[in-house]
């Protein structure tokens, strides 16, 4: 499949990154080529297994990391946490449980990574900011192990987030899909996320962010 994504990247915004996390080795989760561009001394977290893929293209300070354990990055808390996806990386990869992260310090933040929903992200909070998965880059998610703008404010509601952001979604699109113009699906599932928030979570704010937009706590 060729995607395209709806906005270029400002490299401006990979400077002065510490860390990253890697929730898990699909390819749009897990860029060989774009991490890269972060240098190959910037420590990466990764689950289990996949460290030897990172190490293979010179990277140096990779992290092996899986659900329930814990490491620190200068002053912040670092939790791996379940996730329910798909381990490969596609089509005869290697294979490792994908996982979210809990980062804790000033502030607390869950990312989801990809995932559908479980009771346990309950034990997770409360977190002061979820950055919760609602789409992909299709008209629809397809399969298992994601979560929809509804399933998505269910999460919100069993984190106790005091802020919920959605991600994944406003990127990619199938380039046949976009020929004339944006697909609605761009926009969509951000609408309906906040929509479905108002019921399902009114006590979360929802701040919704396009790709390169920011926010401050």
Excluded: C
Excluded at 11 to 16: D, E, F, Q
Excluded at 36 to 57: C, D, I, T, Y
Excluded at 70 to 88: F, K, N, Q, Y
Excluded at 173 to 196: C, K, M, N
């Amino acid at each position: 499949m060729h995607l395209r994504r709806a906005v270029k990247v400002d490299l401006r915004t990979l400077r002065g990154v510490d860390a990253a996390l890697v929730s898990h080795l699909h390819f749009d989760h897990l860029d060989l080529p774009s991490l890269e561009k972060l240098g190959r001394e910037l420590p990466v977290v990764v689950p289990h297994g996949a460290g030897g893929l990172l190490r293979r293209r010179g990277f140096r300070a990779v992290m092996e990391i899986g659900a329930g354990e814990e490491l620190r990055i200068g002053h912040l808390t670092v939790e791996a946490t379940r996730a329910v996806h798909d381990p490969g990386r596609m089509p005869f990869g290697v294979r490792a449980d994908p996982l979210g992260f809990v980062i804790r310090g000033s502030r607390s933040v869950y990312f989801a990574g990809d995932t559908e929903v479980f009771e346990e992200m309950s034990s997770l909070g409360p977190v002061d900011v979820a950055l919760l998965p609602i789409w992909g880059w299709g008209p629809a998610l397809g399969g298992s192990g994601h979560m929809n703008p509804q399933e998505a404010a269910e999460a919100a509601r069993l984190l106790a987030a005091s802020i919920a952001i959605p991600i994944h979604w406003g990127t990619y699109f199938p380039v046949h899909l976009g020929l004339r113009r944006l697909p609605e699906f761009i926009d969509a599932p951000a609408t309906e996320f906040a929509s479905h928030m108002a019921a399902t979570a009114p006590e979360t704010e929802v701040r919704v962010l396009r790709p390169g937009e920011e926010t401050e706590l």
